[in-house]
């Protein structure tokens, strides 16, 4: 059973550091342990908070969400009516097309990698505030090295297939509790050479799929029993997730754009050390 307060408290911290370089996943970690609600919560409480910010990232770019569940069926009509008549289907590499296409690219090192390490890295990142701290300091050294990378001019049209390959496979590591999805992969994207407002708009689409497939795959293992007993707490947490996201995805982009990304590396190192050091007495 999850109280209203445990609800509120843990959608903020989804919300509000999903999309922020600071490790949503390690925050909740830090937030169940001391809150105690890691285990009364529950997975699919936690699938509601991803749907939360899964809402967020289509409300600020629902245009380029709409091309690219166009473009995906039009992809899998396209494939399925050769599988049926042998038809030969006008494959045409527009910008749109070339989006999906790189988005289902990224996606599959993201989903190798969490789906090799994910059951390990529960049993440690979970239970240990250590290794989340140390995963937060990676984090920071991560963000701090932003600062070092000039500023690319790369837009989509521009990007290589091994770019978009390894901005996946940077997400995929982003499994870990503590290292953040949206810092590794943007980092990556400007060590790449895209254009900064760019790179922000790619990261936060390729995270659809993860972000989906993560919660298909809790759901999977939760099913709904919890749910009747749950629902206010669970849908309200999933409302305050998905509003909070929404507001941090503005914040970012205006970050980005005095070019002072890497201030998050401050507060990552500081929670970092501070969980660190906790991981010793808790």
Not at 95 to 118: D, N, W
Not at 142 to 169: C, N, Q, W, Y
Request: hydrophobic share 55%; charged share 15%; aromatic share 12%.
């Amino acid at each position: 059973m999850i109280t209203y307060w445990q609800a509120i408290w843990l959608a903020l911290v989804q919300g509000l550091t999903e999309f922020l370089p600071v490790s949503s996943s390690g925050h909740l970690a830090i937030a169940g342990m001391l809150l105690g609600a890691n285990t009364d919560a529950g997975p699919l409480f936690d699938i509601l908070l991803h749907v939360g910010t899964l809402l967020a990232v289509c409300a600020v770019y629902y245009k380029d969400v709409w091309i690219l569940i166009r473009e995906v069926v039009l992809l899998v009509v396209g494939g399925v009516r050769y599988l049926i008549n042998k038809e030969k289907y006008p494959f045409r590499m527009y910008r749109e097309r070339l989006l999906a296409v790189y988005v289902i690219l990224a996606s599959i090192p993201t989903a190798i990698i969490g789906l090799l390490v994910q059951k390990f890295l529960e049993d440690l990142f979970l239970s240990s505030l250590t290794a989340v701290g140390c995963a937060l300091l990676i984090t920071a050294a991560i963000l701090f090295l932003s600062r070092k990378i000039p500023a690319g001019t790369k837009k989509l049209e521009d990007m290589k297939i091994r770019d978009v390959l390894t901005i996946g496979t940077a997400q995929g590591f982003a499994t870990i509790p503590g290292i953040s999805r949206s810092g590794s992969t943007i980092v990556t994207e400007f060590a790449a050479g895209l254009d900064p407002e760019f790179a922000v708009e790619f990261s936060f689409l390729i995270s659809l799929p993860a972000i989906a497939g993560a919660a298909l795959l809790n759901l999977l293992k939760a099913g709904f029993g919890t749910f009747a007993a749950n629902a206010g707490p669970y849908l309200l947490g999933m409302v305050i997730a998905g509003a909070s996201g929404y507001l941090c995805i503005r914040f970012l982009l205006q970050i980005l754009k005095k070019g002072k990304f890497y201030y998050f590396g401050y507060y990552c190192a500081a929670i970092g050390l501070i969980a660190v050091i906790g991981g010793f007495f808790i």
